[in-house]
């Protein structure tokens, strides 16, 4: 109610903006800013790169809500509430939801500067009981059992890789991320651990998210930024830092905004409402 009285914009599509990758709020035609603080109940992040604002606007023909910065479990933030803004955003109406993260690489095949396209997560922390939906469960809210068979949505992954060819980013593909809380960076024995099951990218951040965002019946969307190649090597010279991760961030920005741009463009939100989702 708080955020409908400040703005007449009503959109269906929201999108997670990760560290320093803030910059798509800047291309919004006609914005509208609402600060986390003067939301009632509305988590505030506390970490670099995050400026803590709801930002309406139109990108391309459609309306829709940027999240310009997030809150996470390692800020000292229990998960419901790092996950509140996905219950505020299917309050609101929101059908999809994009989010995007900046991401160590694990496997092989990522390099600094890649563009990655989720199709599965592995969720270490809920695996261990560390889970957004641990708890009473209120069913208007979704099921006591929620899969987790098909988190990211194969139509909209499909969009992006289809918008990234047509763009010629030859630096875009799919893989496996890894959640782990953080604040610490992995050590080298555990980055041989994820390759090990399976991983090519590891973040803090987007899995407990798109948990509650599925448990509501969102569709949802990941993409990775690789800032930095995570350290398999002991007693290695180079040490990974929240720094690097911005500044990768900052270079890559131009693209990614031009390749959400091109997806929220081909998103059909006729076919979604029609889906009943």
Known sequence: DYIFSKTAQRPKIAIVCGSGLGGITGILKDPE???YKDIPNFPISSVPGHAGKLVFGKLGNKDVV???GRVHAYEGQPLWKVT??????DSMGIKVVILTNAAGGVGEKTKE???IILKDHINLPGLCGFNPLVGLNDERFGA???ETTVCYDKELRDIA???AK???MDFVCEGVYIYQVGPTFESPSEVKFLKLIGGD????????????ARHRGMRCLGISLITNKCIDVFDSNKKPNHEEVLELSKQRSCELQKLISKIVDAISLEQASACGI
């Not at 509140?84 to 955003?89: C, D, L, S, T, Y």
């Not at 990218?201 to 798109?210: D, I, L, N, R």
């Open 201 to 212: 990218m590891v973040g803090m951040s987007t899995v407990p998210e798109v948990v509650v």
């Open 144 to 146: 006591r059992f929620q």
């Open 161 to 163: 890789l289809k918008m």
């Open 84 to 89: 509140f803004a996905m219950r505020v955003f």
């Open 113 to 115: 500067g890649d563009l």
């Open 33 to 35: 800013l609402i600060s």
């Open 66 to 68: 940027c999240m310009s």
């Open 166 to 168: 047509d763009c010629k």
